[in-house]
């Protein structure tokens, strides 16, 4: 049996809330040697993003060719995990008490682009969310670069995951994903990875960061039920294309291009062009892109024109429960 | 038996899966380019000392994701002429003890062919005693019992200097077994 279950982010829907984010950490990565780690981020695009240059630092070429990727660096492509002075903000009994700050110099952080973004202002500024997790990649780069056959990616449902028990730490992973969503962790010498919340997948229950989403932005589902949202979205409806198609590892997470109003002139008169440049989201999502979002636009002028539009209804998640179809004899409600 | 050995870069071509084959094709060089040997045999039985050239020791690395371990280990064929740079095969095993610079105990270690080595706690009496002073290692394993080494008096060492981002199959090693 070989399943591929899958994920959709309507990047039109992204609050940059991080609800996901601490969704997952508070769930999974509390450790010490991973609390730098983000198995999701939510980062601000354009941006360097989290790790920092990740886009570059992979290990693919963009023609899907191997190249040797790069180790990020805790302090300035990760960020190391904040310490604040709480003792002499909050509980200092005499003298000045001190602004709430971290006790050590900052460089970096899971999304620390926030809200920059490009764009001349007020004529073209942009940004949007990008939130970000393992892709559970068809080929994935990690698992190719492990000399131990410490990765695997299960059969049932594609979920890749690393087997810690296996794990010699060597982090040719960490170097290899395109997407650098191999976290390695010095204090056990392991490396870490999203599991896309195997246990509660295995409870018909979806990943914590979809079902904390307060955008309801995330579908989850498997690839092959055409009654499920993801073929519906990725191969029905086209238009939720994968992130970087031309690292060629096959990503099963899906983004539905955000759309964008248009730019003003230097005297506010509007130019008919979006204020996110296509070429920008051509160089995230590829060409496909174009046809994504002129499908997206075409859908959106149909609920305009109030003929209605089973993609829109869809997207806009009236009825929740249909952003996830897990397998359903076990699928159920909790949070 | 003393003696100083001129140590290599196993092929990274053979190496397991798509990814270091091609990203460390350039690499040919060992990082350690010879090693002293000193091994002695008593009742008491093994007594394997390595001495080796180490610009930088890197002992601890549990604060930077970026940081490798210096580390070393000795194998034995448990069938003599076992392959040696590609680990043994199912049917020939290799057996081994491992050394890494953050640790108070060596490892036991057992291969069965690349990517294959299985660690596990060491037993009793196996020790390791190591000193780094002027950018050498000074390594001497002390181990009652190696049976492989017993039997078939071969013996093979890797080094893994962690400065230089050396762990797994980016080792320097003996070209083959040292006949004892
Ligand atoms: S995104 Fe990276 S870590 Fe996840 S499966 Fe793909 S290559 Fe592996
Ligand atoms: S929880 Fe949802 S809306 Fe909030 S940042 Fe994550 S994906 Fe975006």
């Not at chain 1, 990760?78 to 971290?102: I, M, Q």
């Not at chain 1, 955000?258 to 005297?267: K, N």
């Amino acid at each position: 049996m070989n399943r591929q279950l899958a994920m959709v982010l309507d990047l039109n829907k992204c609050l940059g809330c991080q609800t996901c984010t601490v969704a997952c950490k508070k769930l999974w990565n509390q450790d010490q040697g991973t609390d730098y780690a983000y198995w999701n981020n939510v980062e601000t695009a354009p941006g360097k993003g989290f790790p920092r240059l990740w886009q570059e630092t992979g290990g693919r070429n963009a023609d899907g060719s191997v190249k040797r990727g790069e180790i990020p660096s805790l302090d300035a492509d990760y960020g190391r995990a904040w310490k604040f002075n709480h003792d002499k903000t909050f509980f200092k009994s005499n003298g000045p008490r001190e602004w709430l700050k971290p006790e050590s110099g900052t460089q970096w952080g899971p999304n620390w682009d926030e809200d920059h973004g490009a764009g001349a202002y007020p004529q073209e500024n942009h940004y949007f969310y990008l939130p970000r997790l393992c892709n559970h990649c068809t080929h994935p780069a990690c698992l190719d670069a492990c000399p131990r056959g410490a990765i695997e990616k299960r059969s049932d449902n594609g979920i890749v995951l690393v087997n810690q028990d296996q794990c010699h730490g060597y982090r040719f992973c960490v170097e290899a994903c395109p997407y650098k969503k191999v976290y390695f962790d010095p204090k056990r010498q392991v490396s870490t990875k999203c599991i896309f919340c195997l246990p509660r997948i295995e409870e018909g229950v979806a990943p914590a960061c979809a079902r904390q989403c307060p955008g309801r932005l995330r579908f989850v589902g498997f690839l092959d039920d055409p009654a499920g949202p993801i073929h519906k979205l990725v191969n029905e409806y086209k238009v939720a294309i994968p992130l970087h198609p031309e690292f060629g590892t096959g990503p099963n997470v899906y983004y539905v291009p955000p759309l964008s109003p248009e730019g003003i002139d230097d005297e506010g008169r509007p130019t008919g062009k979006p204020r996110i440049p296509p070429a920008y989201l051509e160089s995230l999502f590829g060409p496909a892109v174009h046809d994504a979002m002129a499908r997206l636009a075409a859908e959106r002028e149909k609920t305009t024109r109030g003929e209605g539009s089973a993609v829109m209804d869809l997207l806009i998640a009236y009825d929740w429960s249909k952003n996830f179809a897990l397998d359903d004899a076990r699928t159920r409600e909790v949070i | 038996m003393k003696t100083t050995v001129t140590l290599i870069a196993p092929p990274t071509a053979m190496q397991p899966g798509g990814y270091i084959a091609t990203a460390y094709a350039d690499r040919s060089q060992p990082g350690t380019s010879r090693a002293d040997l000193e091994v002695q045999e008593s009742t008491a039985g093994w007594t394997v000392a390595l001495r080796w050239r180490a610009p930088q020791a890197v002992i601890d690395a549990t604060d930077n994701p970026r940081q490798f371990i210096d580390g070393a280990a000795l194998f034995a064929p448990t069938v003599k002429d076992a392959p040696w740079i590609s680990m043994g095969t199912p049917d020939m095993p290799l057996e081994g003890v491992l050394w890494r610079a953050d640790r108070a105990q060596p490892w036991r270690v057992s291969a069965q062919g690349l990517g294959s080595v299985q660690r596990a706690e060491a037993p009793a009496g196996w020790t390791t005693a190591a000193r780094y002073a002027n950018g050498t290692w000074q390594l001497t394993f002390t181990l009652p019992a190696f049976a492989a080494l017993t039997v078939t008096r071969q013996l093979g060492f890797a080094v893994w200097q962690g400065a230089q981002s050396e762990r797994a199959g980016l080792k320097s090693v003996t070209p083959g077994w040292i006949n004892l």
